[in-house]
C-alpha cells in the first residue's frame, strides 16, 4: 500500500525557515517523481514544486523560486521542501504527492504551514 | 502558463442525478509525446485530494464506474452518472503537459 506521510509544519514568523518532508513507503521510491502542491486556507490547489526521480531534475513555480528548494533521499525514501524567506502567502495546508506519468496518484494528509508574528 | 477554466463553479445537485463539470484550457496540452495530461481530482471536505480521471479519460484504480471523462483539444467533461451521497466535495481539473502545472478553481458539488 502506497503511503505518504508529511511532517515539518509548523507556526513560523515572516523571514523564517521551515523545513518539510515526506516519508514514502508501498513503492520504489527511487523510480518516481514527486511533488508539493499547497492550499491556501478556503482556497484551491497550487503546484509548488517537482523533482525527478533519478537524475533529480527540479522545477519551481514562480512564487518561490530561489527561496523554496526540494529535495529526496532515495536511501531514506524522503522528499523534503526547505523553505526560507517565508511570507504571509506562503501560509497553506502542504502535499505531497507521487507522480505517475503525466498525473499525480498518491497524496499525503498534508502539513500546515503558518507564516504570521 | 496554462489557464485551467472551470465551469460550474457551484454544483447543487439531487441524488441519484447525473452532475458534468467542464474544464477549459487556455491552450493545447498536447505533450511532445502525443498525449494529453489532464486529470481531475476530487477533494472530499477536510481530505487531501484523489486522483479520479487521468489522460482526459482513465479512471484510476478504484474510482466507480460513475465517474467519466472525455474531451479533446482544449475542453474538457468530467461526468458522474449518478451522484452518490459521498460524491459530495470539491472536484478540480488539472493538466500536467507544461510547468507550471496548473488547477482549475475548484467546483463545489452539493447535494439539493
Known amino acids: 500500500e502506497v503511503q505518504l506521510v508529511e511532517s515539518g509544519g509548523g507556526l513560523v514568523q515572516p523571514g523564517g525557515s521551515l523545513r518539510l518532508s515526506c516519508a514514502a513507503s508501498g513503492f520504489t521510491f527511487s523510480s518516481y517523481a514527486m511533488i508539493w502542491v499547497r492550499q491556501a486556507p478556503g482556497k484551491g490547489l497550487e503546484w509548488v514544486s517537482e523533482?525527478?526521480?533519478?537524475?533529480?531534475?527540479?522545477y519551481y513555480t514562480d512564487s518561490v523560486k530561489g527561496r523554496f528548494t526540494i529535495s529526496r533521499d532515495n536511501s531514506k525514501n524522503t522528499l523534503y521542501l526547505q523553505m526560507n524567506s517565508l511570507r504571509a502567502e506562503d501560509t497553506a495546508v502542504y502535499y505531497c504527492a507521487k507522480a505517475g506519468l503525466g498525473h499525480f496518484d498518491y497524496w499525503g494528509q498534508g502539513t500546515l504551514v503558518t507564516v504570521s508574528s | 502558463d496554462i489557464v485551467m477554466t472551470q465551469t460550474p463553479l457551484s454544483l447543487p445537485v439531487t441524488l441519484g442525478q447525473p452532475a458534468s463539470i467542464s474544464c477549459r484550457s487556455s491552450?493545447?496540452?498536447?505533450?511532445?509525446?502525443?498525449?494529453?495530461?489532464l486529470s481531475w481530482l476530487q477533494q472530499r471536505p477536510g481530505q487531501p485530494p484523489r486522483l479520479l480521471i487521468y489522460k482526459i479519460s482513465n479512471r484510476f484504480s478504484g474510482v466507480p464506474d460513475r465517474f467519466s471523462g472525455s474531451g479533446a483539444g482544449t475542453d474538457f467533461t468530467l461526468k458522474i452518472s449518478r451522484v452518490e451521497a459521498e460524491d459530495v466535495g470539491v472536484y478540480y481539473c488539472?493538466?500536467?503537459?507544461?510547468?507550471?502545472?496548473?488547477f482549475g478553481q475548484g467546483t463545489k458539488l452539493e447535494i439539493k
Open positions: 523533482i525527478s526521480g533519478s537524475d533529480g531534475r527540479t
Open positions: 491552450q493545447s496540452l498536447v505533450y511532445s509525446d502525443g498525449n494529453i495530461y
Open positions: 488539472m493538466q500536467a503537459t507544461q510547468f507550471p502545472y496548473t
